[in-house]
């Protein structure tokens, strides 16, 4: 029987991952991730990935692509004319899914963490892993018929409702708290209250 070898990269990635959830992304030392990751070599995340931030960037973006690559196939479905509902829907569907997985949940942990960071975020991100993502908030901004800051006040409102709402549904399983609700009917009831908010 073949013994899975995990790179060093990845398991950089995948420790950081744990512990930035954890133990909060300006709580966690490089030489802690480091450490867990069980590499001798104090500088592996700068050989790896530059920095701490490239460290950041590239757990964002091995969890985020394939979220964007799913709403951008979602909205792609919808035609012409897609209602603000299904637009949502198309948003929180595939990243509410991600607290499935242990990684999952940490990931989205991690992004309500950097949420303040939404603005700066929209112009800087990386356009591969954000791209559908983009799409469908552009959309959205273009929907309400009232002035365009209030229209850009609503989009950070939906990412932060969206973020902190599925991080705490993450941070809950992680604990092992009752959820009240199936993960159909809290889809559903995040999607029509983002929906909400933006009409």
């Given at each position: ?125 990386d356009a591969a892993t954000t791209q559908h993502l983009s799409r469908i908030l552009d959309e959205l901004e273009a929907r309400p018929k009232v002035s365009a800051p209030v229209r850009r006040e609503r989009i950070v409102a939906l990412i932060m409702l969206l973020t902190g709402t599925v991080a705490e549904r993450a941070r809950r399983i992680d604990d ?24």
């Amino acid at each position: 029987m073949a013994t899975l070898t995990i790179s060093t990269r990845d398991r950089l990635l995948d420790e950081a991952e744990r512990l930035l959830a954890a133990g909060g992304v300006q709580g966690v030392t490089t030489r802690e991730i480091t450490e867990a990751a069980e590499q001798r070599n104090a500088s592996a995340v700068s050989y790896h990935f530059g920095s701490r931030d490239g460290l950041l960037r590239e757990i964002l973006a091995r969890r985020g692509g394939p979220v964007d690559a799913a709403r951008g196939e979602r909205r792609d479905l919808l035609g012409a004319q897609p209602s603000v509902r299904d637009l949502v829907a198309c948003l929180i569907d595939p990243y509410a899914g991600l607290v499935a997985t242990p990684h999952g949940r940490s990931y989205v942990r991690i992004v309500a963490q950097l949420r303040g960071r939404f603005a700066a975020w929209r112009v800087e991100s990386d356009a591969a892993t954000t791209q559908h993502l983009s799409r469908i908030l552009d959309e959205l901004e273009a929907r309400p018929k009232v002035s365009a800051p209030v229209r850009r006040e609503r989009i950070v409102a939906l990412i932060m409702l969206l973020t902190g709402t599925v991080a705490e549904r993450a941070r809950r399983i992680d604990d092992h708290a009752l959820l009240e609700l199936d993960h159909d009917e809290y889809v559903a009831n995040l999607v029509d209250m983002c929906a909400a908010l933006l009409g």
